[in-house]
T-cell receptor
Framework: QVQLVESGGGVVQPGRSLRLSCAAS????????MHWVRQAPGKGLEWVAI????????YYADSVKGRFSISRDNSKNTLYLQMNSLRAEDTAVYYC??????WGSGDWFDPWGQGTLVTVSS | QSVLTQPPSVSAAPGQKVTISCSGS????????VSWYQQLPGTAPKLLIY???KRPSGIPDRFSGSKSGTSATLGITGLQTGDEADYYC?????????FGGGTKVTVL
């Protein structure tokens, strides 16, 4: 079945870096755009970034632009989020999610991973 | 402050109906499809509705979606205790995805 499994979360000091990974299985990873969405404790969902199925286009929320970088390795069926210059307000559960349809045909998120918690604290 | 506006909470008795509104603008809801997500306590979000009013396989027809102009609505009929969750609307705005602030549904 289609599955997304995030990893790489943890506690990190402000200003430091962290890289998250999302391992995909059960579908043709290279055919789907992928997203990162985060949720601060007790708060709502915040979309973070998208990368097209072929990696040709990437877009970011203003809150992370210039600090975060989304990438993918289609040979490893893995999505990444490189997070630099982390701030306390980046503390959240980070979810990876797949585009609803292949080749940009579905502008919804399905499925979602279980999430990985990132805590930025000194 | 979310780009899309949802009521913080709605409630109803079991078996009743609730509706959740999602208000946006011409740059987002007005020109894009809307999707809805259910987040049960302690779990990841799950797709409920896509392309305004379509249900993925496995989603009961008690859940429905509609869109008019710059607003969208999620309806839940025959409310069950298992429907207690947070519900989020989502759409696109200039190549960026946006979500509503979320609505907590309480079954009285």
């Amino acid at each position: 079945q289609v599955q997304l499994v995030e990893s790489g979360g943890g506690v990190v000091q402000p200003g430091r870096s962290l890289r998250l990974s999302c391992a995909a299985s059960g579908f043709t990873f290279s055919s789907y755009g992928m997203h990162w969405v985060r949720q601060a404790p007790g708060k709502g969902l915040e979309w973070v970034a998208i990368i097209w199925y072929d990696g040709s286009h990437k877009y970011y929320a203003d809150s992370v632009k210039g600090r975060f970088s989304i990438s993918r390795d289609n040979s490893k069926n893995t999505l990444y989020l490189q997070m630099n210059s982390l701030r306390a307000e980046d503390t959240a559960v980070y979810y990876c999610a797949r585009d609803g349809g292949p080749w940009g045909s579905g502008d919804w998120f399905d499925p979602w991973g279980q999430g990985t918690l990132v805590t930025v604290s000194s | 402050q979310s780009v899309l506006t949802q009521p913080p909470s709605v409630s109803a008795a079991p078996g009743q109906k609730v509706t959740i509104s999602c208000s946006g603008s011409s740059s987002n809801i007005g020109n894009n499809y809307v999707s809805w997500y259910q987040q049960l306590p302690g779990t990841a979000p799950k797709l409920l509705i896509y392309e305004n009013n379509k249900r993925p396989s496995g989603i009961p027809d008690r859940f429905s979606g509609s869109k008019s102009g710059t607003s969208a609505t999620l309806g839940i009929t025959g409310l069950q205790t298992g429907d207690e969750a947070d519900y989020y609307c989502g759409t696109w705005d200039s190549s960026l995805s946006v979500f509503g602030g979320g609505t907590k549904v309480t079954v009285l």
